[in-house]
């Protein structure tokens, strides 16, 4: 979407085990011994949601997506199985093996823990261009502030333990400001937003924490939090949508290049390794001078007409 010319778019107990296995693949494999209840079985063949108990020395109990590499891993099971597997994870990436239905769980345990109640997303001529948002050293910022710079935003939350969605989102940005940095004449008009939509837990301290372990340079590169329904309505606006379950953050993967003028150039949907590409879509946004808006569908022309007024 874009405001004004600019764009917006769209406990269960504990009871598991760490063991070292033999590492197959070449890689740092870390394994550990889970088990839960399966939630929901995903149109890919191969995701499926698991309510689980705390993983020892990993993460506490949580509702959560888990992929595997064979979809024969997933044959004959439905939602409400009891399962125990295992749940790989190296450096990139995680996935989960090995399992097996221990029995079915009752109507209670089947049932997945409520989220409470998201900010509604105002659809209509809301200035989010003006609003303080905060950013990881305590200071306010507003996305207007941004006019005349290429940007990439994503949404993430510090706490995801699974390498390959939100880690990746900012290994991604990582790797992009290191690439665009290390360039010769590189422009110097590009800034990096991660919005974090835990709002809750993600204060500025633990952004500004979370943005070191990345190597982050403030200059080029913001952690953004700010009040639930401001994030919400923000991320409903980009097209990202997120569910708080079971202590784990469900969401989908947005990844959006705006050119300098404030139009929406790129929306990757996808998590995995993009730096390469969002290298390359930000040198181009950041030579962009007047581009006219580019509208993905309907229904995102519509909405940014309307922010537009």
Known sequence: MVLGCVWLVTGRGASAETRAQPDQTGTNVQTFVAQGVVQELKADGRTVVIAHEAIAH??????MPFKVKEPGELAGLRAGDKVRFWLRVTDTESWIEGISK?????????????????????????????????????????LGDFRGQ??????????CPIPDYCPRLSKNFEEASQKLSAMPGTPTN????????????????VL????ERYQY???HWSFLTGPREKISELAALSDVKFQLQSGFFNHNFRTLIIDTAGHLQMVFPTGGNLSD???????????????????????AQARRAALAR
Do not use: C
């Not at 590009?190 to 301290?205: E, G, I, K, N």
């Open 58 to 63: 990993y993460m506490d109990a949580m509702t």
């Open 102 to 142: 221990t029995g079915r769980a009752s109507a209670e345990e089947s049932e997945p823990a409520s989220p409470p109640a998201a900010g509604q997303a105002t659809k209509a001529r809301h200035p989010l261009l003006d609003y303080p948002f905060t950013n990881e050293l305590g200071q306010a910022v507003r």
């Open 190 to 205: 590009w800034h990096f937003l991660s919005v974090s939509f835990d709002t809750a837990f993600d204060t500025p301290p």
């Open 277 to 299: 590409a969002i290298v390359s879509e930000i040198l181009k946004a950041a030579a962009v001078s007047n581009s006219p808006v580019q509208a993905n569908d309907g229904e």
């Open 208 to 211: 500004r924490a979370y943005g």
């Open 150 to 159: 290429a940007l990439a935003i994503t949404f993430f939350f510090t706490r």
């Open 217 to 219: 340079d403030p200059k």
